[in-house]
């Protein structure tokens, strides 16, 4: 069935490091594959997204490129800030129900000053 | 922008007690989705509806109902809640419009079983 990996957390990183979170997934036909993020006491948000092979996703600085040979959607982001410390999570649509999105296990960042 | 609201943000209830949780949204969204995430575990779908009266069970939909009555409303329902369903639960939206898989979330709420 399909499925999403992302790595384990936590992740802490200082103000203005590099910044990659890994996911790879499993799945049938072309998914369109999510980000959301989940700042403390909050619901999910939507990061950014791509729907087609080789698309690349972005936004508040935040990228992922669709690669179908590695069946990857890795998070990244040039120079962290205290603010981005949140709970992200990898998702896909599951094309045998077009009505659903399946998550991965999320990944908690910690931005120290 | 896209508003889900859900009754509470905090809940706690008693084992056996019968528990409604409400979500609403304002998008006029033809699919709503429930939710429930727990540490490690990530989202797990409990029910989804695709339309008004219209329902299908999701991964864990073990000790839980729905109903959908009206299209903006969607209503999760621990018939005798146990400890086992303390979590935290989340509703989404989402449009009917084919290739449009984004689905937009409330803020949730923690329920403790005692």
């Known amino acids: 069935g399909n499925s999403v990996t992302q790595m384990e957390g936590p992740v802490t990183l200082s103000e203005e490091a590099f910044l990659t979170i890994n996911c790879t997934y499993t799945a049938t036909g072309y998914p369109s594959l999510f980000w959301y993020v989940q700042y403390p006491g909050e619901g999910l948000q939507l990061l950014l997204k791509a729907t087609k092979a080789d698309d690349k996703g972005s936004n508040k600085g935040f990228e992922a490129t669709y690669r179908k040979e590695t069946t990857s959607f890795h998070l990244e982001k040039g120079s962290v800030q205290v603010s981005d410390s949140a709970v992200y999570f990898c998702a896909l649509s599951d094309m045998d129900s077009s009505y659903k999105l399946i998550f991965g296990s999320g990944t908690r960042l910690l931005v120290r000053p | 922008d896209v508003k889900v609201t859900q009754s509470s943000r905090y809940l706690v209830k008693r084992t056996g007690e019968k528990v409604f949780l409400e979500c609403v949204q304002d998008m006029d969204h033809e699919n709503m989705f429930w939710y429930r995430q727990d540490p490690g575990l990530g989202l797990r779908l409990i029910y989804f509806?695709?339309?008004?009266?219209?329902?299908e069970k999701g991964d864990i939909p073990e000790g839980y109902s729905v109903s959908r009555e009206k299209k903006e409303r969607f209503s999760l329902i621990l018939e005798s809640a146990s400890t086992n369903q303390t979590s935290m639960y989340l509703c989404a939206s989402r449009s009917g419009t084919a290739g449009n898989n984004e689905q937009f979330f409330g803020p949730g709420t923690r329920l403790t079983v005692l």
């Open positions: 509806s695709y339309d008004v009266k219209m329902k």
